[in-house]
């Protein structure tokens, strides 16, 4: 009778929190400030709670983060990694499932909140791996499936082969337990290909060399040990090839190469090669019977290690061992290892004729061995190729739908924009006979009062307010619809369910309708002729800039732009109209960005000048060329140029801009040139009232 165990890849406390850690410190990093969205407040508790688990303290962990965001207002992102920390312990350390299902449960939920739409994916993956993971361990293979599944989309969806990877690792665990060795092989190479696309941290190259060993480990259960022994050296070449970018790392890593040690030794011994078998056992165990290293994978390396004294009648050697490994079972909880020990032991009295005592050990070894059976079963029972097919297969089918219904509602639309059309051109044409009549009208009268100069005059002017008024009533007429249809397609962009041939076109036309009605906005203002009183409040001007910049940053960030912004050391309030001022900054920064190639700097300055205070925009952009410097101030100007990505221009914000800061008596300008780019400069009027009710910013 001899020893038969199932080896999987394991890891204990140590190694999952300092490996799970480095997976949450690699994803915050990839934000430019090093915290993937996390709070001031909350950083250093990441942090502490963090090095807590690096020392194998879990539970003071936990009470330490609990204890601390008692008092901190969190974000989205915040709470989240709370809730990963707290499933990540229940999970994978404490074993309570339950609990770690409902902190899955919350993970899931809190990212509905989250704007971002980068967060909000990387955040969904991991949230349904965590339930899979629940779910599974509970023996709930269905439900674990679907959470699966629903990574797995986000990945397809996103191509992020970082979260496939985590997919088909999983898949491969999955079939591995179900002794599909075959299938667990094709999950491991397709996982191993994938996370080469990934950014290169240290949670990609231990799940590189994991996976090597799963390969392998697969091949030894299909009887094919020289690709087995050949994975094993790849999962150790790599570990030493690529081990030495993480020097912090050597305890992890040496652990690691033991179990590759323990698994190379199953080979070795099969082929008869004890000596070298006996060797690695010895590397083996030496480093994972340490403190809060891979006790239970040296406890199953003892055993192999005893099997082998057993087969060469090492006697001496094998006695103190089984006394050993009687003790750490008591504090070992593991199935796999008490089901070999007793075998071990029926084998050692079996062999001394000790019958008796050799049969108490096998009832022991069939009892515990039957329990694993079972479970075993349950879940090679359950088709996770069959499940992920119909899964499959259901989406595509709600993707059908989603098709038909996305076609339904764009020729919906395309039918009220033909209606919509047909209608303004009938306005127009019966406007347009209308004018001309008036026009012939105006030319009689002209040619029949040449010689009074200042009747004609006054003509002209009353066809040009006519003018004004005409266009803003097209303008008034047309902002309504289009407004509605831009809400529509907003709506209809934010909708997941589209392809991406789909929803780059409904981006297309939500470009269009929003241009549109910025377009309609500025005539409005531009030929709006009645005398406004502006109303001017003081404003903090600091505030107003820094809250501007804030709003552009979104925008700036789809072309790789950076906004810096130097504000005045103190608060400096000015007498102004806060809502005009506003529009002024946000034009300047808008053409900034405009007319800036992607990837430069934008600097928004304020200066105090003493008795004024100067506000300056400058870019790494085009320039304004000689030709046209004296008409970009002019209404409806021939001086407008597309962005450097094609963005358009209407000509009518900086005119706006001048007015508006012509009605604060105060002054606008700029220097340009093709290689320095643009600066456009305001200065404006210190207030010398009392501050006693400020305006809002």
Same mark, same amino acid.
């Given at each position: 009778?001899s020893?038969?165990?199932?080896?999987f890849?394991?890891?204990?406390?140590?190694?999952?929190?300092?490996v799970?850690?480095?997976?949450? %410190?690699s994803s915050?990093?990839e934000?430019k400030a090093g915290?993937w969205?996390?709070?001031?407040?909350?950083?250093p508790v990441f942090?502490?709670t963090?090095?807590?688990?690096?020392l194998n303290?879990?539970d003071r962990?936990?009470?330490y983060?609990?204890?601390?965001v008692k008092y901190?207002?969190?974000?989205?992102a915040?709470?989240?990694?709370?809730?990963g920390?707290?499933f990540?312990?229940?999970?994978k350390?404490?074993h309570?499932?339950?609990?770690?299902?409902?902190?899955?449960?919350n993970?899931?939920?809190?990212?509905q909140?989250?704007?971002?739409?980068?967060?909000y994916?990387s955040?969904?993956g991991e949230?349904?791996?965590?339930k899979?993971?629940a779910?599974f361990?509970?023996?709930r293979?269905?439900e674990?499936?679907?959470?699966?599944?629903?990574?797995?989309?986000? $990945?397809?969806?996103?191509?992020?082969t970082?979260t496939?990877?985590?997919?088909t690792?999983?898949?491969?665990m999955?079939?591995y337990?179900?002794?599909?060795?075959k299938l667990?092989?094709?999950?491991f190479?397709?996982?191993?290909?994938?996370r080469q696309?990934?950014k290169?941290?240290?949670?990609?190259?231990y799940?590189q060399q994991?996976?090597l060993?799963?390969?392998?480990?697969?091949?030894?259960n299909?009887?094919k040990?020289d690709?087995?022994?050949?994975?094993?050296?790849k999962?150790?070449?790599y570990?030493?090839?690529?081990g030495r970018q993480?020097?912090?790392?050597?305890?992890i890593?040496?652990v690691?190469r033991a179990?590759?040690?323990?698994?190379t030794a199953d080979?070795?011994?099969?082929?008869?090669?004890y000596?070298?078998?006996i060797?690695?056992?010895?590397?083996?165990?030496?480093?994972?019977?340490?403190?809060g290293?891979?006790n239970?994978d040296?406890a199953?390396?003892?055993?192999?290690l005893?099997?082998l004294?057993?087969?060469?009648?090492?006697d001496s050697a094998?006695?103190?061992?089984?006394?050993?490994?009687?003790v750490q079972?008591?504090? @070992?909880?593991?199935g796999?290892?008490k089901?070999?020990?007793?075998?071990?032991?029926?084998?050692?009295?079996?062999?001394?004729?000790?019958f008796?005592?050799a049969?108490i050990y096998?009832k022991?070894?069939?009892? %515990?061995?039957?329990s694993?059976?079972?479970?075993?079963l349950?879940?090679?029972d359950?088709?996770?190729?069959?499940?992920v097919g119909?899964?499959?297969k259901q989406?595509?089918?709600?993707?059908?739908?989603?098709?038909q219904r996305?076609?339904?509602y764009t020729?919906?639309?395309?039918?009220c924009?033909?209606?919509?059309?047909v209608l303004?051109?009938y306005?127009?044409?019966?406007r347009?006979?209308a004018?001309?009549a008036?026009?012939?009208?105006l030319?009689?009268?002209?040619?029949?009062q040449?010689?009074?100069l200042?009747?004609?005059?006054?003509?002209?002017?009353?066809s040009s307010?006519?003018k004004d008024? %005409?266009?803003?009533?097209v303008?008034?007429?047309?902002?309504?619809?289009l407004g $509605?249809?831009?809400?529509?397609?907003?709506?209809?962009?934010?909708d997941?369910?589209? /392809?991406?041939e789909q929803?780059?076109l409904?981006?297309i036309?939500?470009?269009?309708?929003?241009d549109?009605?910025?377009?309609?906005?500025?005539i409005?203002e531009a030929?709006?002729? /009645?005398?406004?009183?502006?109303?001017?409040? #003081?404003?903090d001007i600091?505030?107003l800039?820094?809250?501007?910049?804030?709003?552009m940053?979104?925008?700036?960030a789809?072309?790789?732009?950076?906004? @810096?912004?130097?504000?005045?050391?103190? #608060?400096?309030?000015l007498? @102004?109209?806060?809502?005009k001022?506003w529009?002024?900054?946000?034009?300047?920064?808008?053409?900034?960005?405009k007319?800036s #190639?992607?990837?430069?700097?934008i600097?928004?300055? @304020?200066?105090d000048?003493?008795t004024?205070?100067q506000?300056?925009?400058?870019?790494?952009?085009i320039?304004?060329p000689?030709?046209?410097k004296?008409k970009v101030?002019?209404m409806?100007?021939?001086?407008?140029?597309p962005g450097?990505?094609?963005?358009?221009?209407?000509g009518?914000?900086l005119?706006?801009?001048r007015q508006?800061i012509?009605?604060?008596?105060?002054?606008i300008w700029?220097?340009?040139n093709?290689?320095?780019g643009t600066?456009?400069y305001?200065?404006?009027?210190k207030?010398?009232? #009392?501050v006693?009710n400020p305006?809002?910013v």
């Amino acid at each position: 009778m001899s020893l038969a165990t199932i080896k999987f890849p394991r890891c204990k406390i140590l190694i999952c929190a300092c490996v799970f850690l480095a997976a949450m %410190i690699s994803s915050c990093k990839e934000n430019k400030a090093g915290y993937w969205g996390y709070s001031k407040q909350f950083k250093p508790v990441f942090d502490s709670t963090s090095r807590l688990l690096e020392l194998n303290q879990p539970d003071r962990a936990l009470a330490y983060l609990d204890s601390s965001v008692k008092y901190i207002q969190l974000n989205t992102a915040d709470r989240f990694r709370v809730y990963g920390f707290h499933f990540w312990v229940n999970n994978k350390i404490r074993h309570n499932n339950d609990k770690a299902l409902a902190y899955a449960d919350n993970m899931l939920q809190v990212i509905q909140h989250s704007l971002n739409k980068d967060h909000y994916l990387s955040y969904y993956g991991e949230a349904n791996f965590a339930k899979g993971d629940a779910l599974f361990d509970l023996g709930r293979y269905s439900e674990a499936y679907n959470s699966y599944y629903q990574g797995y989309l986000i $990945g397809k969806n996103s191509l992020n082969t970082c979260t496939l990877s985590d997919y088909t690792y999983r898949m491969g665990m999955i079939t591995y337990k179900q002794a599909n060795y075959k299938l667990a092989v094709s999950y491991f190479k397709r996982s191993f290909t994938q996370r080469q696309e990934c950014k290169i941290e240290f949670i990609s190259f231990y799940r590189q060399q994991e996976v090597l060993d799963n390969i392998a480990l697969s091949y030894k259960n299909l009887n094919k040990p020289d690709s087995a022994l050949l994975y094993f050296n790849k999962a150790m070449q790599y570990i030493n090839n690529y081990g030495r970018q993480y020097p912090t790392r050597g305890e992890i890593l040496n652990v690691a190469r033991a179990v590759i040690q323990g698994n190379t030794a199953d080979i070795l011994s099969a082929r008869g090669h004890y000596g070298q078998a006996i060797g690695l056992l010895k590397k083996s165990i030496a480093i994972n019977l340490k403190k809060g290293n891979d006790n239970n994978d040296a406890a199953l390396s003892e055993i192999k290690l005893g099997q082998l004294y057993l087969k060469t009648q090492n006697d001496s050697a094998l006695v103190p061992l089984l006394e050993t490994l009687r003790v750490q079972l008591d504090t @070992i909880k593991s199935g796999d290892a008490k089901a070999g020990w007793n075998l071990l032991m029926g084998d050692y009295y079996f062999g001394k004729k000790d019958f008796a005592q050799a049969l108490i050990y096998l009832k022991n070894y069939h009892h %515990i061995k039957d329990s694993l059976t079972e479970i075993n079963l349950r879940l090679k029972d359950n088709n996770v190729s069959e499940q992920v097919g119909n899964l499959e297969k259901q989406y595509q089918i709600a993707a059908l739908r989603n098709k038909q219904r996305t076609y339904l509602y764009t020729g919906c639309v395309c039918l009220c924009l033909v209606l919509v059309i047909v209608l303004l051109g009938y306005r127009n044409w019966a406007r347009s006979k209308a004018e001309m009549a008036t026009v012939n009208i105006l030319n009689k009268q002209v040619n029949a009062q040449k010689n009074e100069l200042e009747n004609t005059l006054f003509d002209l002017e009353n066809s040009s307010q006519e003018k004004d008024r %005409i266009l803003r009533t097209v303008a008034h007429d047309l902002r309504n619809p289009l407004g $509605g249809v831009a809400s529509l397609i907003s709506a209809m962009v934010e909708d997941t369910d589209y /392809n991406p041939e789909q929803l780059e076109l409904l981006k297309i036309i939500k470009e269009a309708a929003f241009d549109s009605l910025e377009l309609i906005n500025e005539i409005l203002e531009a030929t709006d002729t /009645n005398p406004t009183q502006l109303l001017k409040l #003081p404003v903090d001007i600091n505030l107003l800039l820094s809250n501007s910049v804030e709003l552009m940053r979104f925008k700036a960030a789809e072309k790789n732009q950076k906004i @810096i912004l130097n504000a005045l050391e103190a #608060p400096e309030y000015l007498f @102004i109209s806060r809502e005009k001022i506003w529009r002024v900054i946000s034009n300047l920064i808008s053409n900034a960005i405009k007319f800036s #190639p992607v990837g430069t700097d934008i600097c928004v300055t @304020i200066t105090d000048m003493k008795t004024d205070i100067q506000l300056s925009v400058h870019d790494q952009g085009i320039g304004i060329p000689e030709d046209i410097k004296n008409k970009v101030f002019n209404m409806f100007t021939d001086a407008k140029r597309p962005g450097t990505l094609g963005e358009k221009s209407f000509g009518l914000g900086l005119s706006i801009c001048r007015q508006i800061i012509e009605k604060h008596h105060g002054k606008i300008w700029f220097d340009s040139n093709p290689q320095q780019g643009t600066t456009f400069y305001i200065r404006l009027s210190k207030t010398n009232i #009392p501050v006693q009710n400020p305006m809002p910013v």
